[in-house]
């Protein structure tokens, strides 16, 4: 728990390529968060055999670069699964156990909430401070955090990053809006989820 807090510390830490690209920063903080109960296991199951220090950071390095897990979270959750299973192996299961479930309710804490850029291209029949405030209104009532929000007058485009509640997923929320938004047929909605 405390490599998890540690790593917590240190994900969060104010970072100014943060404002560049929140999305994947926010992304990148949760896979920082695993990769620190991963060394926590390693740390542990390691202790009692110094070779195996050697076989996990082996096993780490296949899974990263051998295969095709281009998300961080799920190359983290790999490894704590290769992980589980030495120390299932070795006779750890305690450990193992223990491992599995922590780790299950920490990604359980870490997915409550998915992170969402939209973007709404206004054309030039529209209004983009009307659209904004319906966006705003909407968002609100469908219980979704607002990190950031802009209305870009000169290219007539309203942008938003939210965290959206896990009962509510990007497609449904893309099809709410089209219906939220004043003249929908003015307007195009692009939603990127995380």
């Known amino acids: 728990m405390l490599a998890v807090a ?25 896979a920082l968060i695993i990769l620190g ?32 897990l281009d998300d961080p979270k799920l190359t983290g959750k790999a490894i704590i699964v290769v992980v589980i299973g030495l120390a299932c192996e070795m006779g750890s299961w305690a450990m193992a156990v223990f ?13 409550a909430q998915v992170s969402c850029r939209i973007k709404i291209q206004v054309d030039a029949n529209g209004d983009a401070q009307t659209v904004y405030n319906a966006v705003q209104t909407y968002l609100s009532k469908r219980k979704c955090k607002v990190h950031s929000s802009a209305i870009k007058t000169e290219k007539r485009q309203v942008s ?7 009962d509510l997923s990007p497609q449904q929320l893309e099809t709410e809006l089209q219906e939220t938004i004043p003249q929908p047929e003015e307007c195009e909605v692009s939603i990127q989820a995380v």
């Open 6 to 30: 540690c790593a917590w510390v240190i994900s969060w830490h104010p970072r100014r390529s943060a404002l560049i690209d929140p999305l994947a920063k926010r992304e990148e903080r949760k």
């Open 99 to 111: 491992v599995t479930a922590f780790t299950w309710l920490l990604c359980l804490w870490l997915e």
């Open 160 to 166: 938003f990053l939210i965290l959206v509640p896990q």
């Open 37 to 68: 109960l991963v060394g926590a296991i390693i740390a542990e199951l390691s202790g009692t055999n110094q070779t195996l220090a050697f076989v996990i950071f082996g096993v780490g390095a296949l899974v990263r670069f051998r295969t095709a």
